[in-house]
T-cell receptor, first 113, second 114 residues
Framework: QQQVKQSPQSLIVQKGGISIINCAYE??????FPWYQQFPGKGPALLIA?????SEKKEGRFTISFNKSAKQFSLHIMDSQPGDSATYFC????????????FGQGTELSVKP | DARVTQTPRHKVTEMGQEVTMRCQPI?????VFWYRQTMMQGLELLAY????????DSGMPKDRFSAEMPDATLATLKIQPSEPRDSAVYFC????????????FGQGTRLTVV
């Protein structure tokens, strides 16, 4: 019940295309859903986050779509660029566990020029 | 430029040796996390502290791992004795607040146990 399942494991997109990464969770107590971006040799960095009281959040080319009833959320990267090539992790946490993040397995995104 | 600093960046050690990893959280942050990253298991939470007190270390093998915060500017993760299966990248992250804290990650310590 604590798991967050992420797909696909890897993704290849052409420059200018849309990258879509999906995550699903079981525990309805989760109330914070961040996405982290990780470049090789670096630590993950927060990209964008959403709470379950909204269905969508957009920041620049990055959008989170959230479906509370289906217990799913996804990251959309519009106009994907080679510089977006990285590993993306979805995560979830619960209010009463003060920031303890449960991560998905990660998606390695490659954007081809 | 506020950032989480981890030392060493790389460590190669022989099985059975003690390993100590250090983390300097961002000044003013009151929450510190230790994560381990492997290809097979992904990012796993080992332990975390708030205001230097351990809140959860359920992800950590208790017989060989220990985590401490001697003061607000230093967190340590020790493995004794180390085993080849401990080979991984260990990340420290820090944050501020009581709930849904954004975690700022360090660059990690790549540990190889031979």
């Amino acid at each position: 019940q604590q798991q967050v399942k992420q797909s696909p494991q890897s993704l290849i997109v052409q420059k200018g295309g849309i990258s879509i990464i999906n995550c699903a969770y079981e525990n309805t107590a989760f109330d914070y859903f961040p996405w982290y971006q990780q470049f090789p040799g670096k630590g993950p960095a927060l990209l964008i986050a959403i709470r379950p009281d909204v269905s969508e959040k957009k920041e620049g080319r990055f959008t989170i779509s959230f479906n509370k009833s289906a217990k799913q959320f996804s990251l959309h990267i519009m106009d994907s660029q080679p510089g977006d090539s990285a590993t993306y992790f979805c995560a979830a946490s619960m209010y009463n566990q003060g920031g303890k993040l449960i991560f998905g397995q990660g998606t390695e995104l490659s954007v081809k020029p | 430029d506020a950032r989480v600093t981890q030392t060493p960046r790389h460590k190669v050690t022989e099985m059975g040796q003690e390993v100590t990893m250090r983390c300097q959280p961002i000044l003013g942050h009151n929450t510190v996390f230790w994560y381990r990253q492997t290809m097979m298991q992904g990012l796993e939470l080992l332990a975390y502290f708030r205001n230097r007190a351990p809140l959860d270390d359920s992800g950590m093998p208790k017989d060989r791992f220990s985590a401490e915060m001697p003061d607000a500017t230093l967190a340590t993760l020790k493995i004794q004795p180390s085993e080849p299966r401990d080979s991984a990248v260990y990340f420290c992250a820090s944050g501020f607040g009581m709930v849904n804290t954004e975690a700022f990650f360090g660059q990690g310590t790549r540990l190889t146990v031979v």
